[in-house]
């Protein structure tokens, strides 16, 4: 089993930058598929960017694809996204998910969830 906690979300102006953090616990995550997904204010969730246990191949929404990178630390067991060039339209509840496939951008393929971090862009 795998547990995340996210951290690193706020208050930021258009243009700014944030930081997000998961810290994942448990033996099988240097195993796992890390994704990141958001769900605005009466929005449904969405796909962020998902990278693979390698860190070697990493995926992206058009919708952040330049301005968003996710990266990870298996040592410490920690998946980051690193969010430039932040628009009024980020603003959501961010979560990382931890999963199996390589590359799946859907929710349902992804076993174990964070409680999400806010992320409030003022424009």
């Known amino acids: 089993q795998v547990q995340l906690v996210e951290s690193g979300g706020g208050l930021v102006q258009a243009g700014g930058s944030l930081r997000l953090s998961c810290a994942g616990s448990g033996r099988t995550f240097r195993g796992s598929v890390m994704g990141w997904f958001r769900r605005a204010p009466g929005k449904e969730r969405e796909f962020v960017a998902t990278?693979?246990?390698?860190?070697?191949?990493?995926y992206y929404a058009d919708s952040v694809k330049g301005r968003f990178t996710i990266s990870r630390d298996n040592a410490k067991s920690m998946v980051y996204l690193q969010m430039n060039s932040l628009k009024a339209e980020d603003t959501a509840v961010y979560y990382c998910?931890?999963?199996?496939?390589?590359?799946?951008?859907?929710?349902?393929?992804?076993?174990?969830w964070g409680h999400g971090t806010q992320v409030t862009v003022s424009s």
């Open positions: 998910a931890a999963g199996t496939s390589a590359g799946v951008r859907v929710g349902s393929a992804y076993d174990y």
């Open positions: 990278i693979t246990w390698s860190g070697g191949s990493t």
